[in-house]
């Protein structure tokens, strides 16, 4: 349904993009070049369908949300079910029916922690975890503004040109 008058040309770049994973490629490219000889009024159109895809991604997120929130509450009753049937079976004990069987398991959970006034390099080498060495991104980016980074390092830049779509009376925030 084409709810935004989109013209048949821009649903066409719609799927063009679809099937070539987002890449422009010439084929769109020339597509493109053919919509605007049209005029610049084609770009509202393409601007409205813009705000519609935004809005959709707005509404899917809230949706995430509420079915994660959905989830944690059902994930909540089941543990209050469970410690409820776990007072029940340790005097029933095991019970059997047709389509299943209730029973109790014990088990352990342990949490270690170093005793006050111990370092860590005090404690053999058998019981710690040396975690893997990263690089600093924050340190380099910075480096690179100064011209000063590592022979070792070598930096691709990639370089996008993002669209922005500011409605009537509404400002640019700062870093848009």
Known sequence: MNVFGLSKEWLAVDV???????????????????????????LEFAGFYRLHLERQAEVIKERR?????????????HDRLDDALA??????????????????AKRESVAFAM??????????LQFQKIARPELDLPALKEAR??????????CVTLEKIGV????????????E
Do not use: W
Request: a negative charge; charged letters at 30%; proline letters at 4%.
């Open 16 to 42: 063009m993009l679809e099937e070539s994973c987002g890449e422009i490629n010439e084929a769109i490219k020339a597509h493109m070049e053919t919509l605007l000889e049209s005029g610049k009024e084609i």
């Open 65 to 77: 949300a509420s079915l994660g929130a959905a989830a944690e509450i059902i994930k909540k009753k």
């Open 87 to 104: 007072v029940a079976l340790a005097k029933a004990g095991k019970q059997k029916f047709p389509e299943f069987t209730l029973s109790t």
């Open 115 to 124: 005793k006050p006034g111990v370092e860590v390099y005090e404690i053999p």
């Open 145 to 154: 503004k100064n011209n000063s980074l590592p022979d070792q390092v070598d």
């Open 164 to 175: 922005r779509l500011r409605m009537v009376g509404q400002k640019f925030e700062e870093g």
